[in-house]
């Protein structure tokens, strides 16, 4: 997760055709999502679940040539799960690609993305938990290393595939074209990216003071269940409205303390890979980040109320805005389905000569 998995789905779901054309099927990212939440379960309730796995096979085995299957939910997927979706997949032969990235750009983003999750925990006391005490099962070093280690995302999938059909893919450094990943990714699957369209879609980040007004609203709001969370505070609030202003707001950064406990927990992950003797795209020196912290860090607890304020009412108007949109093409939906109206008749009078 956070390893330049959405620009490549959109990449890929932009030039479908053009993968095809050199045979190899892809599917769609929301197909893949559907697919494997069907095939697994999921608790959070989804529209089109039912089924979906069984449509996503029938096409995998209708197609002659190679296919595609990208979820980053996979990567903490549990032995269980990873065990029946390879069986499942039989008599395919099955390769993994795991794309990682520098882990003091991944912190922040997965932060936040727990933040549009319902996530409550500071930034501060998220990075400690993380990288600086001792791990204890109200933190959340479990659930954040079970998404990065990519070394023991490694060897969970390797127990069910072999070791030389793993492939480890590094996101460039900061400042690289992201058509570089596309290419990295292209050349284990074997396609050529010339004349590919690139992709329009990327995960956004949230500014430090909308992260922390969404990390207050969330302590705020514990009556919304997951699908009305989802709507409006996931999607609507933050990723339709506030990923608006990040350029009015300073970033989420790591101080300079916490910039290198990152960096010693990401190069003694690299050592671990090494190691391994896994393939690995790119280089591994790309994984381990600078000695110096990137940028000026902001810990998004020191907003002020006026900072706040300013991202409360953006955020007011902007789901204000979105909700008068939806309404107004509801009721034209409305009118455009109805039957014409029928006037009442009224006798003409008649005009006497």
């Avoid at 609203?217 to 202003?245: T, Y």
């Avoid at 391994?276 to 607890?301: F, H, N, Q, R, S």
């Amino acid at each position: 997760m956070k390893s330049g998995t959405t620009y490549l789905q959109s990449w890929l779901d932009q030039n479908s055709e053009r993968l095809a054309e050199q045979g190899l099927l892809w599917n769609k990212s929301g197909a893949n999502f559907r697919a494997t939440d069907d095939l697994f379960g999921s608790a959070k309730p989804r529209p089109h679940l039912e089924g979906a796995w069984a449509a996503m096979k029938a096409s995998l085995d209708s197609h002659a040539g190679d296919a595609l299957i990208s979820n980053e939910l996979l990567a903490a997927a549990a032995p269980k799960k990873v065990a029946r979706l390879v069986r499942r997949l039989r008599p395919a032969e099955v390769h993994v690609l795991i794309t990682a990235r520098d882990l003091a750009r991944v912190v922040p983003s997965q932060w936040q993305t727990a933040m549009r999750n319902r996530g409550t925990v500071t930034w501060a006391q998220y990075v400690e938990d993380i990288f600086m005490s001792e791990p204890n099962e109200d933190s959340y070093y479990n659930w954040f290393w079970n998404r990065q280690d990519v070394p023991g995302i490694v060897s969970s999938w390797s127990r069910h595939v072999a070791l030389d059909s793993l492939t480890v893919i590094t996101v460039p450094p900061s400042g690289t074209s992201p058509t570089v990943l596309g290419e990295r990714f292209c050349s284990v699957l074997s396609v050529d990216p010339t004349g590919f369209v690139d992709a329009s879609m990327s995960n956004a980040s949230l500014g430090a003071h909308s992260a922390e007004l969404l990390r207050r609203m969330n302590a705020e709001i514990v009556s919304f269940d997951w699908a009305q969370h989802q709507l409006a505070i996931k999607n609507g609030l933050a990723r339709r409205v506030l990923e608006g202003r990040a350029d009015k707001e300073p970033s989420v950064g790591l101080t300079q303390r916490q910039h290198n406990a990152v960096r010693n927990a990401a190069t003694a992950m690299v050592d671990r890979l090494r190691r391994m003797d896994v393939k690995v795209v790119g280089d591994l020196d790309d994984l381990i980040p600078g000695v110096d912290a990137y940028g000026t860090p902001a810990d998004p607890a020191d907003a002020s109320d006026s900072d706040l304020l300013a991202a409360a009412i953006d955020g007011l108007v902007g789901i204000g805005k979105l909700y008068a949109d939806l309404r107004i093409e509801g009721d034209e939906r409305d009118e455009a389905g109805r039957p014409p109206r029928r006037r009442n008749k009224r006798p003409r009078p008649s005009v006497a000569s």
